[in-house]
């Protein structure tokens, strides 16, 4: 894989240690700012809602320019946003610069897709994705937990000063090691906008991100409340939340690396069989949950699968929208962003349940199993 792919890793490291480290600094950050940590907690769903709207919207802006100038810029905004969260006393501007940081980052990743497949050889798509998303899961793994340390040492500005430090280098080397345009791209010939965009009339795009959103939204939404059950059912202290964490994460690294071999080559095989396992590993999770010993393997577990075939899902979304060059990242992004916006929400809604802590757990076995469904309609997946 060529090197500028892992330098746009290292920028979705930094962004993705950014969108899931607010779990660990909300009470500080609550009381420092005068809010209650419920209202605190609305910091992620502006970002989750600046994220899917902004993927479309910041590509379209993106189209026609230099991919690597689009890219820098992208990163040395969230930069500014996060410097900005850092100092500010007021609550509301922090929620804008959370809205400024989601719209960059939604702008980032859409642009970073669409380059990332472009700098390789087309049937090495899923692979490219794969070093790409790898930037997230090492952040669910090293960054956020570190992002937690950091806060409860320092305090939550200092996780945002980081944040904000871990962009430089990774604009340093997007601006000296990206190629200003992507070889592969060829902007003479690209389509018109109102072609691109007539892209998601193709029932199998839309079937496409329709799976991703339902497997991501099952991904997000257990992996949102999953402390809740390691320190409740599970019976576990609250050291034991970053290691299941880091378990979930080291899953998510593998699966998508594996995976990522198997997207352009073999996308049914893995979808044929990690659908299912999916489908029974999510309700298992929550069969298993006042077990530790099978809890935290099933966590690993759930990680790998979650991400493989997650992963795989977006990347069929880049082939589907092959007629669709720019905006392609942009339908991906929106698939993924979807599903981390949905799945929480419905996984929220579940603990009102009579399953409690562990509906969300139910809920992700109920979303693979539309996903499936879907699947099902159309079972050749490529």
Known sequence: MPLPLYLLALAVFAMGTSEFMLAGLLPGLAADLGVTVGTAGGLTSAFAVGMAVGAPLMAGLARGRSGRGSLLGFVLVFAAAHAVGAVTTSFPVLV????????????????????AAALVPADRKGRALAVLLSGTTVATVAGVPGGAVLGALF?????????????????????????????????????????????????????AMLLAAL?????????????PVVTGPAG????????????????????????????????????AVGGPLLLAGWPALAVLADAP????????????????VGGT???????????????????ATAALNLGATAGPLLAAASLGTAA?????????????????????VRPRLG
């Open 236 to 271: 576990l202290g609250d050291l034991w939340v970053p290691v299941a964490l880091v378990l979930f994460g080291a899953g998510s690294f593998a699966g998508v690396t594996v995976a990522g071999r198997l997207a352009d080559r073999r996308p049914g095989l893995v979808l």
């Open 293 to 308: 010993g099978a809890l935290l393997p099933l966590v690993f577990l759930l990680g790998g699968l979650s991400f493989a």
């Open 155 to 207: 305090g939550w500005r200092a996780a945002f000063w980081a944040v904000a430090l871990l962009c430089l280098p990774a604009a340093v080397g997007i601006a000296k090691g990206l190629p200003p345009v992507a070889p592969s791209t060829d902007r003479a010939a690209a389509p018109a906008l109102r072609a691109e965009l007539g892209e998601l009339r193709r029932p199998p795009l839309l079937r």
């Open 96 to 115: 804008a610069t959370r809205v400024v940081a989601a719209l960059a980052n939604a702008g980032f990743l859409a642009v970073a897709l669409t380059t």
């Open 356 to 376: 409690g802590d562990l509906g969300p757990f139910y809920a992700g076995g109920l979303l693979v199993a539309a996903a499936l469904l879907v699947a099902a």
């Open 313 to 331: 899902l977006i990347t069929r979304v880049l082939y589907e929208a092959a007629g669709a060059p720019a905006l392609a990242g942009a339908y």
């Open 215 to 227: 497997v991501n939204a099952a991904t997000f939404g257990g992996f949102t409340f999953l402390s």
